[in-house]
């Protein structure tokens, strides 16, 4: 979406949220629906390319989620080096068309409970935090393909 957020920790791990996985990118669609989605991929490429990617190689990436298809880093935990994610997801490395054919080409179903979250996510919708927390259940649906693009 247009206000994902990451923070960059100590200089070396950079807090994605759902912005960045260490197996996929964000998907485009769920702000603007499939219409806004190729603008969206233009603005999620811009975002990869100039801020997240410019870091150096040895920043630790961690994502707010990962799929069935991530592996863990030797410590257990979902991170990995911008400059690993560089070499092993090609989406990291394509020029702008492709990788925005790429992206709109492989996204999953919409969760179910999408336009409940982001009315959350907006104020539109009062939640105590048990509810908050079970609306974050489930599989990762926050990223661009059913697939890992990370190893392809």
Known sequence: TTGMTSYLLDESLLATGDGLFIESV????????DEGAPDAARLL??????RVLSLPDDTLVGGAHFSDAAEPAEDGTYTAPIGD???EMDALTMEESE??????S??????????EIIATNLGQNAVDDEEAFTLELGPNNCAASQESLAGD
């Open 26 to 33: 964000a998907r485009p669609d769920l702000e603007e629906g």
């Open 45 to 50: 490429y811009e975002s990869l390319q100039e």
């Open 85 to 87: 994610l560089k070499a």
């Open 99 to 104: 990788f925005v054919e790429v992206i709109l």
């Open 106 to 115: 492989d996204m999953p179903p919409r969760p179910a409970n999408y336009e």
